[in-house]
């Protein structure tokens, strides 16, 4: 590809992203889209004002841009909590670092690489984007090494940075964790595996267990029970419901509606404010002997102390490691029901599977791998199979006018290798984030947070298999088709091969960077599905989130609330990262398009982050190892690539000296790994010692205690909730938050 096809694809990715940017900052003015711009300020904020009809609401502005840009660190904090923070912390670090890497290539290597032969140089505009690279270097030059001092610089500016972020967000972990002195999941255990014994209920045997073995720190339990019982029984709370508020006792009961067994309360009973109606006596009570049948071997245990909890999640409970398996609870709204019911000694079979079907989806996504790159390389793909040229040729006799047709055919021809590849690429990775949300759903994880966080490990080993060494290797393929023939029995020469593909990819990866990043920030901004959600419900549907309270169907501001989807931003950026620290010496050119990516995705996310996603749960930044282990990855990666460059070139002094750099970034993450992942691992137990001593001294030990029976609610009433939301959100479409 030439200069030309790379700015076709800028202009063409550049007019999407203005348009969407644009279109956004107009529609998020109006009020009747304002459950879909601002729903987490609306699930906050409660406002009766009226916004009557100004001009400005309907021309494009960036206000947006500007306040994301002046929020400040705890308003993101207060917002979406630690993780948020993390997020937007891997967006800075990346501006960092390529901030300095550009600096450094694009004044230092990029020259060399453009004068690295004696060539007559057609002018900018004419060339390939080939004299840009390394590839235009000749064999032997001493010039290669300026980009091995290039690597370096960049090497050990990303190590600094890597280190004093990893120990802030360790300290914001840790101070996360003092802060949070209420949290019920710091007291609380789940018990899985319980082990069956005939003529004893499972609670009866937690109870002996925990009685037995836990004397001085057992508080109470809390069985789990299976979905299909726990939704019988809300069902028929859901009637008494309905039966209170046609008796008018809507107002005495709906604020403690339920309390029953499996959410701390009287295992016969309804709980109900003392007000109540000889009605509501005689409905007051049921038969629960079903749902004691319905117990699955899962249990949460609550502890006196924090301490106390933590001792029994660390500890093996049995000689037999598949019985009483204890783990750290997570938050109540984090907790994943469901899951807990599955059996425990499966799981190891759900694991074998899940990998299994990961391997499978990853060989067979290589099709479509092996399709985008044909496009990039059409002339080849014409050499490989010359039945192309024969349809090209025979296509050309029906036109009338052989100049116009050869005019229309380098224009179609610069789209296709240009942007149509990127665009075909990325519309199959549309189905891998879900896919792989299902299979790590499969897997059993026992919290939302860990199911969406090993989601987020999945969909990055996919990137970086698939995105990144499969279409290298299908460059090698088709690009060195024959040479990669004849001598595929000599293994000396594979490094040839990839030397040479490596580079070959650099302007498929520029025009993916500018349609997977630009146009997607433009796409993140716009919502596109909770606004065609708005639009269908409101004027087809004619359900403007006002109806009557006792309808069921109703459509509020809830709908159109979700969380952050780390599981596929987070790889996202990591896979840029993985681009821009390879190619930053190969391919210089680069990285000013992921420097306007990341600066867009920071204000973009920020203003996300502040208006539209709400955090029902927190990992306590776990994403971060994350981040830091696949930037570790990206540089060994790119500094072994290297090497094989300068090997290619004949440059042993450059190659030799990447060895260093290789077994110092090692050890830097070796050091890393046990000074700060220790802590992302397991919660320090002198911070949990000292938090019960604060309890202690503040005398909030029995709150504690108290507030335990009722922190885990294994389902909510719907009915409730929904006219609970629809009270709380009555006329906020009109408010006028920030939209002016």
């Known amino acids: 590809m030439d200069l030309t096809g790379l700015l076709t694809s800028a202009g063409i990715n550049t007019g999407v992203c203005v348009?969407?940017?644009?279109?956004?900052?107009?529609?998020?003015?109006?009020?009747?889209?304002a459950s879909v711009y601002f729903g987490q300020k609306l699930s906050h904020v409660h406002s009766n004002q009226q916004d009557p009809f100004w001009f400005e609401r309907l021309l494009p502005s960036a206000s947006w841009a500007l306040k994301a840009w002046e929020a400040s660190e705890d308003d993101l904090y207060a917002a979406g909590g630690i993780d948020a923070v993390v997020f937007l912390r891997a967006v800075i670090f990346s501006i960092r670092v390529f901030s300095v890497a550009a600096t450094v290539c694009l004044f230092l290597v990029l020259p060399v690489n453009y004068y690295g032969k004696n060539m007559v140089h057609k002018g900018i505009s004419g060339e390939k984007l080939d004299v840009f690279g390394i590839r235009n270097i000749a064999e032997g030059s001493k010039w290669l090494s300026v980009h091995c001092l290039a690597l370096?610089?960049?090497?050990?500016?990303?190590c600094l940075l890597l280190y004093f972020e990893y120990k802030n967000i360790m300290e914001m972990r840790l101070a996360h964790i003092g802060e949070s002195l209420s949290s019920p999941s710091h007291f609380t255990v789940i018990v899985r595996a319980i082990p069956w014994i005939h003529g004893r209920s499972y609670s009866d045997s937690v109870y002996k267990y925990f009685t037995d073995f836990y004397s001085s720190s057992y508080?109470?339990?809390?069985?789990?029970?299976?979905?299909?019982?726990?939704?019988?029984?809300m069902r028929d709370a859901e009637k008494m419901y309905k039966m209170l508020k046609s008796n008018h006792l809507e107002k005495h009961c709906a604020p403690q509606f339920m309390k029953c067994c499996y959410c701390g309360g009287a295992a016969t009973s309804f709980k109900i404010l003392p007000d109540?109606?000889?009605?509501?006596?005689?409905?007051?009570?049921?038969?629960?002997?079903?749902?004691?049948k319905k117990e699955c071997e899962a249990a949460l245990v609550f502890f006196r102390t924090r301490y106390a909890a933590l001792l029994a999640s660390e500890a093996l409970q049995s000689p037999n490691p598949m019985l009483w398996v204890i783990d750290a609870a997570p938050e109540p709204q984090d907790i994943f029901w469901s899951n807990l019911c599955l059996v425990f000694r499966l799981l190891w079979i759900r694991k074998i599977i899940v990998r299994v079907a990961s391997v499978s989806f990853v060989i067979f996504f290589l099709i479509p791998v092996v399709?985008?790159?044909?496009?990039?390389?059409?002339?080849?793909?014409?050499?490989?199979?010359?039945?192309?040229?024969?349809?090209?040729?025979?296509?050309?006799?029906?036109?009338?006018?052989?100049?116009?047709?050869?005019?229309?055919?380098?224009?179609?021809?610069?789209?296709?290798?240009?942007?149509?590849?990127?665009?075909?690429?990325?519309?199959?990775?549309?189905?891998?984030?879900?896919?792989?949300?299902?299979?790590?759903?499969?897997?059993?994880?026992?919290?939302?947070?860990?199911?969406?966080?090993?989601?987020?490990?999945?969909?990055?080993?996919?990137?970086?298999?698939?995105?990144f060494f499969a279409n290298i290797l299908s460059e090698a393929a088709i690009g060195h088709y024959q040479v990669s023939i004849q001598k595929l029995g000599d293994p000396t020469k594979i490094p040839n091969v990839l030397a040479r593909a490596?580079?070959?990819?650099?302007?498929?990866?520029?025009?993916?960077?500018?349609?997977?990043?630009?146009?997607?920030?433009?796409?993140?901004?716009?919502?596109?599905?909770?606004?065609?959600?708005?639009?269908?419900?409101?004027?087809?549907?004619?359900?403007?989130?006002?109806?009557?309270?006792?309808?069921?169907?109703?459509?509020?501001?809830?709908?159109?609330?979700?969380?952050?989807?780390?599981?596929?931003?987070?790889?996202?950026v990591l896979l840029f990262g993985l681009l821009g620290f390879t190619y930053s010496i190969v391919a210089p050119m680069i990285l000013p398009i992921l420097m306007i990516y990341f600066i867009l995705a920071y204000l973009v996310y920020?203003?996300?982050?502040?208006?539209?996603?709400?955090?029902?749960?927190?990992?306590?930044?776990?994403?971060?190892?994350?981040?830091?282990?696949?930037?570790?990855?990206?540089?060994?990666?790119?500094?072994?690539?290297?090497?094989?460059?300068?090997?290619?070139k004949k440059s042993p002094v450059a190659s030799t000296c990447i060895i260093p750099l290789i077994i110092c970034t090692l050890l830097f993450n070796e050091y890393c790994r046990q000074r700060f992942q220790p802590v992302f691992r397991k919660i320090p137990a002198q911070?949990?010692?000292?938090?019960?001593?604060?309890?202690?001294?503040?005398?909030?030990?029995?709150?504690?205690?108290?507030?335990l029976q009722s922190a885990y609610c294994q389902f909510k009433s719907k009915s409730l909730n929904l006219h609970e939301t629809a009270k709380q959100n009555h006329h906020t479409h009109c408010m006028e938050l920030e939209i002016n």
């Open 219 to 233: 508080l109470s339990h809390q069985m789990v029970y299976e979905t299909g019982a726990v939704q019988k029984l």
């Open 371 to 467: 399709f985008t790159q044909g496009l990039v390389h059409l002339d080849k793909i014409r050499k490989i199979f010359p039945s192309f040229t024969n349809i090209s040729q025979r296509i050309t006799k029906d036109y009338n006018s052989v100049f116009l047709f050869s005019f229309s055919m380098k224009i179609l021809e610069e789209l296709i290798t240009g942007y149509l590849p990127s665009v075909v690429f990325i519309m199959f990775l549309y189905i891998v984030a879900p896919l792989m949300m299902a299979l790590s759903t499969l897997e059993g994880p026992k919290s939302r947070g860990g199911r969406k966080r090993s989601t987020c490990v999945k969909v990055v080993l996919f990137y970086i298999w698939n995105v």
């Open 687 to 707: 911070t949990i010692i000292e938090m019960d001593r604060k309890d202690e001294t503040c005398g909030r030990t029995e709150e504690m205690h108290q507030m």
């Open 19 to 33: 348009g969407l940017f644009s279109l956004y900052s107009v529609l998020r003015k109006q009020p009747s889209f």
């Open 502 to 572: 490596v580079p070959a990819t650099a302007t498929f990866f520029m025009t993916y960077v500018m349609t997977s990043g630009w146009a997607s920030l433009g796409l993140e901004l716009m919502q596109p599905f909770p606004l065609l959600s708005n639009i269908f419900y409101r004027y087809i549907v004619h359900d403007d989130g006002e109806e009557d309270e006792s309808s069921s169907t109703s459509t509020t501001v809830s709908d159109y609330i979700y969380t952050f989807p780390y599981h596929t931003e987070v790889p996202r």
């Open 152 to 158: 370096y610089i960049i090497t050990c500016c990303s």
């Open 276 to 292: 109540e109606s000889e009605t509501s006596k005689k409905s007051n009570s049921f038969d629960t002997s079903d749902m004691r």
């Open 606 to 648: 920020r203003n996300q982050i502040l208006n539209v996603y709400i955090t029902e749960y927190d990992t306590g930044g776990l994403y971060w190892p994350i981040v830091h282990n696949t930037t570790i990855f990206s540089l060994v990666l790119t500094q072994t690539i290297a090497m094989g460059f300068f090997g290619v």
